[in-house]
Structures are given as C-alpha cells and as structure tokens.
C-alpha cells in the first residue's frame, strides 16, 4: 500500500496559545437545510476531521492564525534523529505546552459527531488532528482512526515501548531536558507524524476501508492539501458516497463535493445535525 511522505503533522501542539480566528463564518440557512437533508438520508456516515475542527477548541489550525505555519515548521524526522539541539527544542515545547493542550476540551463540533455515532448513523470517524478531542468528546475509541497518530502517548523510537504521555510531562516537569527511553535509552517522541515521514499502514487501512464503505463523506475543517489523507475524500466519492464539506475556505476538492457549507464547524454540524435526528424524523412522521 502506497504511503506518500509529506504529511505535515506537527510535532506536538504544545506550542498553542489560543489564538483564534478573528470573525465566525455564519453558514447559510439553506445550507444547513442541505446538509441535514444528508445527514438524515445517510446510514454510514463517515466523517473526515482536519485541524479545522478544533480551532473553536482554542487549537489553532496549521496555516490559520497562530499555526505552526507561522510560528515555525515543526522539525522533519530526520532533523530530530539527527540533532540534539532539534530535540531538545521540542521537549521544551511540550515541557512548558503540553498540559494546556491536553486541558483543551471537545467543541460542539465534535459533540454532534457523537451524537450521529449514538444515532447509529456514524460509522467512523477519520482524523488527522492529534489532539484526542474526539475521544474527549465521548466517541467510541475504536471509531476513531487518527491518522498521524497522538499527541497524548510518546514512544520509543528504537524499541517501540509506550508511555502516556502525562508520565513524560511529569519526569520533563522534574528535570527538564531530554527524557529517554527508560527502557533502552533510547530516542522519545510523542506517537505522531512528523514531516518527511510516511504514514503508518494501518491507520490507513482502516481509513481506506471506512472511506469505501460509507454512504456520506463528511469533510470538517481540513483543507484537503495533506497527502495521502486528502485522497479519502475521492476514494469515498468513487465506492458510491456522497461527499459533504463543512470549512471556512475553499479546498482544492469542493468541486467534487455535492454541498459545500462554508462555516464554522461548531454552530453549522450543532444545528444540521439537530435537523437531522429531531426535525427529520417528525416531517417525515408527518407525511408517512
Ligand atoms: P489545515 O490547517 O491545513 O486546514 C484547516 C482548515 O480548516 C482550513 O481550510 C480552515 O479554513 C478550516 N477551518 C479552521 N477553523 C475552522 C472552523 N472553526 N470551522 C470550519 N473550518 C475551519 O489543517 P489540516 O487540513 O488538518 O492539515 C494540517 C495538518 O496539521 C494535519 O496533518 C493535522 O494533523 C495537523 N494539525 C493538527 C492539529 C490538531 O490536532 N488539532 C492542529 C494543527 C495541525
């Protein structure tokens, strides 16, 4: 199975500060009209969640305000083998971020993806944030696919031993520095993608396979342009699916897309998705 390098998953997010887009992007009544309509008509629904999702968290995307886009590239993979200065730089980070990021709570973006799971109409969801917010939120572990991995376990790159990443923050907040493997001695990193590296096969298998199997896509808060991840979309698109957007810009993908709804991620899945499972099933009841 191919596994492009060139995913841009940051590091870590530790570095956030809560910056925010500056305005709401107010999706359209009629387009939310539409995307309950979708949501209602589905039965395998599958949503795919990029960074987009957790900015009203208070995590800021990768290339909107206070990304890493503009506050400094996280480091590639082999940048953070090869140099100490690179690691020491993102322990720090972590050292000094990590439990803000890990104190960010699920926005009603991710609530109402747990409330199409409980309906039984969510099959899965597909991320690429690391953030953990979706579980947070209440979704069923095993339906969630994170695709560059998380932020919330570290790991040993030379012989694979895990921790959770608190029980690092705890020995980083004892003795700042480098931390190594206490097992080995080897080299940590949290459990994520890091640039110029490719993505583990597994997450991508599943992805694949929820993507093929699914009725209705749900793109929220990406912007498409992370391979291999935004090739889901298409895949969905091409087994059958309907394909539904839910960002404050254009992607490279909408015009594949059937409804595109330009908005915030919170307010506009909130409002269809109560459309949905309320208001859906009382018309319906009333033509039957
Ligand atoms: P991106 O930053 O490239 O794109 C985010 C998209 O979401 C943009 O199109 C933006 O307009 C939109 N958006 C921002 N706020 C929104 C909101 N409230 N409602 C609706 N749309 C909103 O993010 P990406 O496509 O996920 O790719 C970036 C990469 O960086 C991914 O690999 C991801 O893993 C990583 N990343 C993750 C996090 C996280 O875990 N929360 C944060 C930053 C970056």
């Known amino acids: 199975m191919a596994t492009d390098t060139g995913n841009e998953a940051p590091a870590s997010l530790a570095s956030h500060k809560h910056r925010q887009y500056a ?20 039965a395998r629904i599958v949503a795919f969640t990029g960074a987009g999702i957790s900015t009203e968290s208070g995590i800021p995307d990768y290339r ?23 690691r020491l730089e993102y322990w720090e980070r972590r ?28 099959l ?13 939120a209440g979704a069923d572990p095993n339906r969630v696919v994170e695709l560059h991995g998380t932020s919330h376990v570290v790991r040993c790159l030379s012989c694979g031993t895990v921790w959770p990443a608190l029980e690092i923050q705890e020995r980083l ?11 080995c001695g080897g080299v940590l990193r949290a459990a994520t993608v890091l ?13 694949i396979a929820l993507a093929q199997e699914a009725d209705l896509m749900l793109v929220v808060g990406s912007s498409l342009v992370v391979q291999p991840a935004a090739r889901l979309p298409a895949i969905a698109k091409q087994a059958g699916a309907r394909l539904a957007m839910v960002n404050r810009e254009p992607t490279p993908l909408d015009p594949l897309a059937d409804l595109v709804v330009a908005g915030d991620a919170g307010r506009t899945l ?14 319906a009841y009333g033509t039957g």
């Open 23 to 42: 305005a709401p992007v107010v999706a359209a009544e009629a387009d939310l009209d539409l995307l309950a309509g979708l949501l209602a008509d589905a």
């Open 270 to 283: 909130a409002t269809a998705t109560e459309l949905a499972l309320v208001w859906e099933p009382m018309r």
């Open 124 to 136: 899965g969801t597909i991320t690429q944030n690391i953030d953990g917010l979706h579980q947070k």
């Open 95 to 122: 050292r000094t971020g990590y439990r803000e990021m890990a104190a960010t709570e699920p926005n009603a973006a991710h609530l109402a993806l747990v409330d199409l799971e409980r309906s039984g109409r969510l």
């Open 64 to 86: 909107g305000p206070g990304g890493v886009w503009s506050t400094g590239k996280p480091p590639t993979l082999g940048d953070f083998l090869a140099n100490e200065a690179t």
């Open 173 to 183: 907040e004892r003795t700042p520095g480098e931390p190594r493997c206490e097992v």
């Open 195 to 207: 640039f110029g590296e490719p993505m583990p096969v597994e997450p991508l298998r599943r992805a």
